[in-house]
């Protein structure tokens, strides 16, 4: 999918899709945590054998009739504390083998938590806008592919919506960049707190986002758009201060199985700028 959406032009401070994909190295760390808890098995597998190898053998030692048929054993009694210190040398070394190799494997076992955190973290923030803290532009191929498989298999309803903020060139040419990434940063806050946890939004592009409607036939989602609207007429008498107003312009389509998620979006995205071409989107 990537390179096939528009790639609307970024004004104001955007991450895009420019960081590298850890996802391999994410994989091979996975892999070496599983070959490390494997190597924590083998051991404690081979300290059960040794355990019963030695048991067998004392047992052997003090019961020959009843392991082997034969008579009992005799030694000579200079030979007996040998016996018996090499016994106990056997099972001080094989214990101190392994209390080491399980050290060994919890050393590295901490450092492969640690370093699958830290890249596990650095794939979030990867796929976060730094200014508006929702998900970024390389984070849509992902959500739009999970989304759609579940619509198809669940057969349930699913519906992209895209926003647009209107006047937003003025708002940077008239107060500057600082000013627009304030709004952008609001915009984001009121979407987020307009859809469900189970939504998705993310910051699509420059002044453009993006809603991921599940579970939503696009009579819902316009009840949705409907309640978004009421919240950014409630954020602009919240901020009757501020030297600009919020305002949006919408537009959805519902995704259909079968159709192209990449259709689906940009029909939306053409009713966004039907509905922003209006008289009531106009300064």
Same mark, same amino acid.
């Given at each position: 999918?990537?390179?096939?959406?528009?790639?609307?032009?970024?004004?104001?401070?955007?991450?895009? +899709?420019?960081?590298?994909?850890?996802?391999? +190295?994410?994989?091979?760390?996975?892999?070496?945590?599983?070959?490390?808890?494997?190597?924590?098995?083998?051991?404690?597998?081979?300290?059960?054998?040794?355990?019963?190898?030695?048991?067998?053998?004392?047992?052997?030692?003090?019961?020959?009739?009843?392991?082997?048929?034969?008579?009992?054993?005799?030694?000579?009694?200079?030979?007996?504390?040998?016996?018996?210190?090499?016994?106990?040398?056997?099972?001080?070394?094989?214990?101190?083998?392994?209390?080491?190799?399980?050290?060994?494997? +919890?050393?590295?076992?901490?450092?492969?938590?640690?370093?699958?955190?830290?890249?596990?973290?650095?794939?979030?923030?990867?796929?976060?806008?730094?200014?508006?803290?929702?998900?970024?532009?390389?984070?849509?191929?992902?959500?739009?592919?999970?989304?759609?498989?579940?619509?198809?298999?669940?057969?349930?309803?699913?519906?992209?919506?895209?926003?647009?903020?209107?006047?937003?060139?003025?708002?940077?040419?008239?107060?500057?960049?600082?000013?627009?990434?304030?709004?952008?940063?609001?915009?984001?806050?009121?979407? #987020?707190?307009?859809?469900? +946890?189970?939504?998705?939004?993310?910051?699509?592009?420059?002044?453009?986002?993006?809603?991921?409607?599940?579970?939503?036939?696009?009579?819902?989602?316009?009840?949705?758009?409907?309640?978004?609207? #009421?919240?950014?007429?409630?954020?602009?008498?919240?901020?009757?201060?501020?030297?600009?107003?919020?305002?949006?312009?919408?537009?959805?389509?519902?995704?259909? #199985?079968?159709?192209?998620?990449?259709?689906?979006?940009?029909?939306?995205?053409?009713?966004?700028?039907?509905?922003?071409?209006?008289?009531?989107?106009?300064?």
């Amino acid at each position: 999918m990537g390179s096939d959406f528009p790639n609307p032009a970024d004004e104001n401070t955007f991450d895009g +899709a420019k960081s590298s994909d850890p996802s391999l +190295a994410l994989g091979e760390l996975s892999q070496q945590m599983r070959s490390v808890e494997g190597r924590d098995s083998q051991l404690w597998s081979i300290g059960l054998l040794v355990s019963l190898v030695v048991a067998a053998g004392f047992i052997a030692l003090i019961l020959p009739n009843w392991m082997w048929g034969l008579g009992p054993l005799r030694f000579e009694g200079r030979y007996l504390p040998t016996l018996i210190f090499g016994f106990i040398v056997l099972i001080i070394l094989f214990n101190a083998y392994i209390i080491e190799q399980r050290r060994t494997l +919890a050393r590295t076992r901490g450092q492969l938590l640690y370093e699958l955190s830290r890249r596990e973290a650095a794939e979030r923030l990867s796929l976060v806008d730094p200014l508006t803290e929702v998900y970024n532009r390389r984070f849509l191929e992902q959500a739009v592919k999970t989304e759609t498989h579940r619509a198809d298999r669940h057969g349930t309803d699913l519906t992209f919506l895209m926003v647009d903020v209107d006047q937003f060139k003025a708002v940077n040419s008239r107060l500057g960049h600082l000013a627009g990434d304030k709004l952008l940063k609001e915009v984001a806050d009121v979407l #987020k707190n307009t859809f469900r +946890a189970s939504d998705t939004v993310l910051r699509f592009g420059g002044d453009e986002f993006m809603a991921i409607l599940t579970e939503t036939n696009e009579g819902q989602a316009q009840l949705a758009v409907d309640r978004l609207l #009421k919240r950014v007429g409630q954020w602009n008498r919240d901020h009757s201060g501020e030297d600009y107003e919020m305002s949006l312009s919408c537009g959805l389509a519902s995704y259909v #199985k079968g159709t192209d998620p990449q259709e689906v979006i940009r029909a939306a995205d053409e009713r966004m700028y039907f509905h922003k071409a209006r008289p009531a989107a106009a300064p």
